[in-house]
Structures are given as structure tokens and as C-alpha cells.
């Protein structure tokens, strides 16, 4: 596991792969990255954690490049404190211009690094941090109260209170960036906290993705199992997370989709901050869904669902889908996948789409009659 702490990781990425746009073909024919990882250690801190690019070391190929981060914290209130990461390929420069920004939102059971930036060597690449970065993206993501280096609180972090964590993580973005609106991906209760947020901030959104995305639930498997617990969401503000939660998430819906080894790299990470998780999501998605109306979110929305996700089937994804008012909309489902989409052996595909949908031509519109 390449994940400590506040560490950070540098990246070696193949120039070559960039220019081509291409990399060893996977998963149907679809192209990845394949990049090498180095971690160094670095320090935790109370303020932005400044880190020069990298320079080549003797003996390393002249074409290879280091992915650029920082660590970032903010200030909710008084009490909590949010952490948030970053990634692109090079640090940004005074007057360039602006990479596209892509911000991800994580889900109930594990915080931001462990989701989006996992390393698990000898495993092929996890990170989709490290490829949107690859794609030429500014990658954001950060952990919600009482997640990962978050603020722990006794406040069980429930979609509303993702909504305004994210209200203070974007004024970090926009002044880093000199953008005032971004790409967002939330997975699983993630994709509810954004789709939360893109009803109250419209504004700030660019294109939305909804991943592993539940609307009522109506016919969910996982939550009509997940509601056998509602009394101990109602009463308690966090629940027990071990090593073998964390391994079912990855066999729940159909064993076999996912490397073994992920599971194991996840839960090494996630453990350094204990063995419990707040319940505020899964309250939510037991008891007080639909959290998010489809005719308030303005964007342009891709849903994405793996084809044996548990968490809502796809009748009630496609009545969500159908009421959105903007028709730049996209549904895909990717095969062979489970809730952790963006983890699974499909993942490229997941990629592939993504970028695709994120990277659409402006399209024509007709000029207003006067």
C-alpha cells in the first residue's frame, strides 16, 4: 500500500502514453495509463503543503514525468477542519491557462485517498486521480467530516452536511484555480452529496457524474438489507467499519468482479483512522430518499451504473434520468461491475466514459428569436 498519513505520492507517467493518447490495451479494447509509483514521505500540516515538481533522477528515461500534488486544508466553522488533495501533471504557472477541473466525492465507507488515489502494487493502476490527471485534468477530492484526516466529530456527516463541507471546499478550488465552475463525480452516497449540492449551487457545476447513484431506492437489494439496521442509524452517529465490511463491498453484489488485492490495499488505508464510520448516508438512503430532485439539477448529468450494482436497480435509475431538464444526458452501465465501479477489473471502461462525457464538443445551440 503506497498511502500514509499525509504523505504524497509522485507519479511517473510516460510522456509517450500522453502524446498518444493510448497504453497497453485492457478491458475491451479501451486504453489506460500504466504508470510508477514512488512515495514520498511528507509531514502532516495545518495550511497548504507546498512540493516543487520533481526533478529526474540519474539514470531515469528523459521522456518520463512526475505528476504534480498538494494537500490542502480549510475551515468549516470554529471545530472542523476538511482535508483536501490535489493532482495535476504540472504545477500550475502564473498566466497558463486553465486545466478543466474535476472534482470527486466520496462515498459512505471510506474517505477520499482510499477511493480515488489507491495504489495496490502489482495490481495494475487504481488511481482515477492519476488518470484524469493523465487525461489533463486538475484533479480535487477531499475527505468529508469525520472521514480520513478530516475532523472527527459527533456529527454523523450526512448528505446535507456533505453539502456544506462541499461549500466550503469549492471557494478552496476557485481560488487555487481562478475557475468559478467544475467537472464533479460522486460515487455511491458521493453521487448524492453532488447531485445535493448541484440543486443548491448550480452555478458551480460544469457536467455532473453520478456514480453507483440511487434515486428511491425503490427495489434495492442492498438497502432493503441495509434498513434491517435503521434503529441503530437512528441512534447511533457512527457504525462499525472492519476489515471484512470493507471486503464486502467488494463481493456483495457477485464475487469475482473486483482483484482480491483491492480490498486488502483499501482496508490497510482506511484502518489507520479506526474501525468507525458515520451513519448519516446510510440514514439517508434507509429512510429519506429521494435526497435529490432530478428537475432541480440544471447540469449536463452522465449516470453511471455497474451492471450488478445492488444499490438500485435500473427502472429507478431511468426515472431519475428521464425528469433531468438538461438534454445533454447520458446513461451507461458498465458490464461486468459492481457498486465500487471505479475499483473493479472494468474500471477502464468507467474511464472511457467519463472522459468521453466530460470532454463533449460545445454543442449547437439555436439563436433566440427576438
Known amino acids: 500500500m503506497d498511502l500514509t498519513g499525509n504523505g504524497q505520492i509522485t507519479d511517473r507517467l510516460s510522456r509517450r502514453s500522453l502524446l498518444k493518447g493510448t497504453a497497453p490495451v485492457i478491458a475491451g479494447g479501451l486504453a489506460a495509463i500504466s504508470l510508477r509509483r514512488q512515495l514520498v514521505a511528507q509531514p502532516g500540516s495545518a495550511s497548504r503543503v507546498p512540493s516543487a515538481p520533481a ?4 539514470g ?6 512526475k505528476i504534480w500534488s498538494h494537500d490542502y486544508w480549510t475551515n468549516k466553522g470554529d471545530n472542523v ?7 495535476r501533471l504540472s ?7 486553465p486545466l478543466p477541473v474535476l472534482f470527486l466525492v466520496h ?3 471510506n474517505s477520499s485517498r482510499a477511493s480515488f488515489d489507491l495504489h495496490v502494487p502489482g495490481h495494475g493502476d487504481y488511481s482515477l486521480m492519476d488518470q484524469f490527471a493523465g487525461y489533463g485534468f486538475d484533479v480535487w477530492t477531499m475527505d468529508f467530516e469525520g472521514y ?4 472527527q466529530t459527533d456529527n454523523n456527516s450526512d448528505v446535507a452536511c456533505g453539502v456544506e463541507d462541499l461549500k466550503v471546499a469549492v471557494e478552496v478550488v476557485a481560488r487555487e484555480t481562478g475557475q468559478q465552475s467544475f467537472h464533479f463525480f460522486g460515487e455511491s452516497s458521493g453521487a448524492l452529496r453532488a447531485g445535493a449540492f448541484a440543486m443548491v449551487r448550480p452555478e458551480r457545476i460544469r457536467r455532473l457524474v453520478l456514480a453507483a447513484f440511487t434515486y428511491t431506492g425503490k427495489g434495492s437489494p442492498t438497502l432493503a438489507k441495509r434498513a434491517e439496521q435503521l434503529d441503530y442509524y437512528r441512534t447511533h452517529n457512527r457504525r462499525p467499519r472492519d476489515r471484512n465490511m470493507i471486503r464486502s463491498i467488494f463481493t456483495r453484489d457477485k464475487p469475482g468482479t473486483t482483484d482480491p488485492a483491492v480490498a486488502e490495499a483499501l482496508a490497510d488505508y482506511e484502518l489507520q483512522f479506526g474501525d468507525t464510520i458515520p451513519t448519516g448516508t446510510y440514514l439517508d438512503m434507509t429512510a429519506n430518499l429521494p435526497l435529490v430532485d432530478p428537475l432541480k439539477v440544471q447540469a449536463p448529468v ?9 444499490i438500485a436497480t435500473e427502472e429507478d435509475l431511468f426515472t431519475f434520468f428521464t425528469k433531468l431538464p438538461n438534454g445533454d444526458r447520458q446513461f451507461s452501465i458498465i458490464p461486468d461491475s459492481v457498486h465500487a465501479v471505479s475499483l473493479g477489473y472494468n474500471r477502464a471502461l468507467l474511464w472511457h466514459v467519463v472522459r468521453a462525457f466530460l470532454e463533449m464538443p460545445p454543442r449547437h445551440e439555436e439563436p433566440q428569436k427576438s
Open 55 to 58: 526533478m529526474p533522477k540519474p
Open 81 to 87: 477542519k476538511l482535508y483536501m488533495f490535489r493532482k
Open 148 to 151: 480520513g484526516h478530516s475532523t
Open 107 to 109: 462515498g459512505s465507507s
Open 91 to 97: 504545477a500550475p504557472q502564473s498566466g497558463e491557462k
Open 302 to 310: 452522465l449516470i453511471v451504473r455497474g451492471q450488478f450494482d445492488g
Open 60 to 65: 531515469e528515461a528523459p521522456e518520463e514525468v
